[in-house]
C-alpha cells in the first residue's frame, strides 16, 4: 500500500505542521503495516485504568467489557482511597512521561500492585518502576504534539481488530467527497455520533479544544442526547454534521452535513473518520494551533520541568 501521509510526517517541521486529515491517514498507512502488541484482559479481575485527557478515553473503550475503574490524574486519589477490590492497574500514556512517572512509581512502591504500561515510548521514563515485559509499545509516527492520532487509535485498533486498510479506503472513496467547502462559514460544530460510541465524545471534543481553543465552538453528543435541551439556543452559524445515521430535524437548510460510517463500523473507523473531518475544518479556518504550539510547549515545558517539544519524534 501507498502511505504518502505517512511520508510526509517524517518531514515537516514547526513551520508546516500538518492538519489532524493528513496525520489521521498517516496514522492509517503506518498501522496498516506495523503489527501491534494484544493486551490480555484476563489479567487482571478488576483493574484500575489510569489516563489523561484522550489516554482515559482510550482505557475506557478498551476495557468497556471488563469491570475496571477508570481515573485521570485528578480523580486517581479519590478512585484509589475509595474503590475495593482493584488488584492490578493499567497505566495509558503515549510517553510513558510526566504523570505516568508519578503514578507508576505510587502504583508499584506504595500500593503493591502489578502494573502493566501501555505506550508508544520504548524509552517511557516510567519504565523505571516496571518490569521489561509489563510495558506493551505500540507503533506511532512523527506527529504534532497533543494530536496523539496514531498512538491511540494503535492501541484502539488492537482492541477492535478493525481492518486499517478498508478505513482507510472508505475515507478516501467515501469521506472524502462528502467534505463541504465551506467550513469556514461556520464558527460552530455540532457533531452528532451513534449512542454506541459515546465513550468517544470527549475525544471528539477534546480535538476542538486543542485545535481551536475558544475562536471554533465544537460540541459532541448523541442523537438521543441532542433530543434533551441542547438547541435551546440556535445559531445560523453552526454546522450539524451526523455520522452514521442521517437526520433532519436538527439544524436548518444548509446547515446539515451527514457522514456515513462503513457497515460494522468500530471504535477505530468512527475515531479515524471524526478526525479527518475535524482536520478538514481545521484547514478551512485559520491556523490557531500552528499559530500558538510553540508558546505553549514553552510554557508546559516550565509547568512539568522537562523539555516538551512541539513535535513528537
Same mark, same amino acid.
Given at each position: 500500500?501507498?502511505?504518502?501521509?505517512?511520508?510526509?510526517?517524517?518531514?515537516?517541521?514547526?513551520?508546516?505542521?500538518?492538519?489532524?486529515?493528513?496525520?489521521?491517514?498517516?496514522?492509517?498507512?503506518?498501522?496498516?503495516?506495523?503489527?501491534?502488541?494484544?493486551?490480555?484482559?484476563?489479567?487482571?479481575?478488576?483493574?484500575?485504568?489510569?489516563?489523561?485527557?484522550?489516554?482515559?478515553?482510550?482505557?475506557?473503550?478498551?476495557?468497556?467489557?471488563?469491570?475496571?475503574?477508570?481515573?485521570?490524574?485528578?480523580?486517581?486519589?479519590?478512585?484509589?482511597?475509595?474503590?475495593?477490590?482493584?488488584?492490578?492497574?493499567?497505566?495509558?500514556?503515549?510517553?510513558?512521561?510526566?504523570?505516568?512517572?508519578?503514578?507508576?512509581?505510587?502504583?508499584?512502591?506504595?500500593?503493591?500492585?502489578?502494573? #502493566?504500561?501501555? /505506550?508508544?515510548?520504548?524509552?517511557?521514563? +516510567? *519504565?523505571?518502576?516496571? $518490569?521489561? !515485559?509489563?510495558? =506493551?509499545?505500540?507503533?506511532?509516527?512523527?506527529?504534532?504534539?497533543?494530536?496523539?492520532?496514531?498512538?491511540?487509535?494503535?492501541?484502539?485498533?488492537?482492541?477492535?481488530?478493525?481492518?486499517?486498510?478498508?478505513?482507510?479506503?472508505?475515507?478516501?472513496?467515501?469521506?472524502?467527497?462528502?467534505?463541504?467547502?465551506?467550513?469556514?462559514?461556520?464558527?460552530?460544530?455540532?457533531?452528532?455520533?451513534?449512542?454506541?460510541?459515546?465513550?468517544?465524545?470527549?475525544?471528539?471534543?477534546?480535538?476542538?479544544?486543542?485545535?481551536?481553543?475558544?475562536?471554533?465552538?465544537? #460540541?459532541?453528543? /448523541?442523537?438521543?442526547?441532542?433530543?434533551? +435541551? *441542547?438547541?435551546?439556543? $440556535?445559531? !445560523?452559524?453552526? =454546522?450539524?454534521?451526523?455520522?452514521?445515521?442521517?437526520?433532519?430535524?436538527?439544524?436548518?437548510?444548509?446547515?446539515?452535513?451527514?457522514?456515513?460510517?462503513?457497515?460494522?463500523?468500530?471504535?477505530?473507523?468512527?475515531?479515524?473518520?471524526?478526525?479527518?473531518?475535524?482536520?478538514?475544518?481545521?484547514?478551512?479556518?485559520?491556523?490557531?494551533?500552528?499559530?500558538?504550539?510553540?508558546?505553549?510547549?514553552?510554557?508546559?515545558?516550565?509547568?512539568?520541568?522537562?523539555?516538551?517539544?512541539?513535535?513528537?519524534?
Amino acid at each position: 500500500m501507498d502511505h504518502p501521509n505517512r511520508d510526509a510526517l517524517k518531514t515537516f517541521n514547526e513551520h508546516s505542521l500538518p492538519d489532524l486529515d493528513v496525520v489521521t491517514l498517516g496514522a492509517l498507512e503506518l498501522l496498516a503495516e506495523e503489527d501491534v502488541p494484544s493486551f490480555d484482559y484476563s489479567l487482571f479481575k478488576r483493574p484500575v485504568v489510569v489516563g489523561s485527557g484522550n489516554a482515559e478515553i482510550t482505557g475506557r473503550i478498551l476495557f468497556e467489557k471488563q469491570d475496571a475503574v477508570f481515573a485521570d490524574e485528578s480523580s486517581y486519589e479519590t478512585v484509589m482511597s475509595s474503590v475495593r477490590g482493584i488488584d492490578g492497574a493499567v497505566l495509558i500514556s503515549s510517553s510513558g512521561s510526566k504523570h505516568a512517572v508519578v503514578l507508576a512509581r505510587d502504583l508499584h512502591q506504595t500500593r503493591k500492585l502489578p502494573i #502493566r504500561l501501555l /505506550t508508544n515510548n520504548p524509552n517511557a521514563p +516510567a *519504565k523505571e518502576h516496571l $518490569a521489561p !515485559e509489563d510495558i =506493551l509499545v505500540f507503533p506511532k509516527n512523527r506527529e504534532p504534539y497533543t494530536y496523539n492520532t496514531s498512538t491511540y487509535m494503535g492501541m484502539i485498533l488492537s482492541y477492535t481488530k478493525e481492518n486499517t486498510v478498508a478505513i482507510r479506503n472508505f475515507i478516501l472513496s467515501d469521506t472524502a467527497s462528502r467534505i463541504r467547502s465551506d467550513f469556514a462559514d461556520f464558527d460552530a460544530f455540532y457533531l452528532i455520533v451513534p449512542s454506541s460510541y459515546n465513550t468517544m465524545r470527549e475525544m471528539f471534543q477534546t480535538k476542538f479544544d486543542e485545535l481551536f481553543g475558544p475562536y471554533v465552538s465544537g #460540541r459532541v453528543f /448523541t442523537l438521543e442526547q441532542t433530543k434533551h +435541551a *441542547k438547541t435551546v439556543i $440556535a445559531s !445560523e452559524k453552526e =454546522l450539524f454534521i451526523s455520522f452514521g445515521e442521517e437526520q433532519d430535524v436538527f439544524g436548518g437548510e444548509g446547515r446539515r452535513l451527514h457522514i456515513p460510517l462503513p457497515h460494522h463500523a468500530g471504535y477505530g473507523a468512527m475515531m479515524a473518520i471524526g478526525y479527518y473531518v475535524i482536520g478538514h475544518i481545521q484547514k478551512q479556518h485559520p491556523p490557531y494551533f500552528k499559530k500558538n504550539i510553540v508558546r505553549y510547549m514553552e510554557e508546559t515545558s516550565r509547568v512539568f520541568g522537562n523539555t516538551l517539544k512541539p513535535i513528537v519524534e
